[in-house]
């Protein structure tokens, strides 16, 4: 089993940055996928992006796609969240996830996806 923490969220202005860590112990990290998710209140988590073990494939969720960037550092045993031009829209708490396969291919992710989570971290975007 791996343990995920995340960390970078805050307050932040429309507009503006920020950027969230994943870091993981346990479970091999370089060898599955890595995602992030989000959960606003009163709303069911979603998915936001994911990457594959080596990095070299993304995919992103419509609504973050162009603004955010997911990647990853396997020797740190770290995947980040760059997000640029936040959103009100985007203030949720994030979850990093541990994915059940290497890569599953560009499409949206579900939760069954991931078998790890991590607590989150809260994104707060005033207006």
């Known amino acids: 089993q791996v343990q995920l923490v995340e960390s970078g969220g805050g307050l932040v202005q429309a507009g503006g940055s920020l950027r969230l860590s994943c870091a993981a112990s346990?479970?091999?990290?370089?060898?599955?996928?890595m995602g992030w998710f989000r959960q606003a209140p009163g709303k069911e988590r979603e998915f936001v992006a994911v990457?594959?073990?080596?990095?070299?494939?993304?995919y992103y969720a419509d609504s973050v796609k162009g603004r955010f960037t997911i990647s990853r550092d396997n020797g740190e045993n770290t995947v980040y969240l760059q997000m640029n031009r936040l959103k009100p829209e985007d203030t949720a708490v994030y979850y990093c996830?541990?994915?059940?396969?290497?890569?599953?291919?560009?499409?949206?992710?579900?939760?069954?996806?991931?078998?790890?989570w991590g607590q989150g971290t809260q994104v707060t975007v005033s207006s």
């Open positions: 346990g479970r091999t990290f370089s060898s599955y996928a």
């Open positions: 996830g541990q994915g059940r396969t290497s890569y599953g291919g560009s499409r949206y992710y579900t939760e069954a996806d991931f078998d790890s």
């Open positions: 990457i594959s073990w080596i990095g070299d494939n993304t």
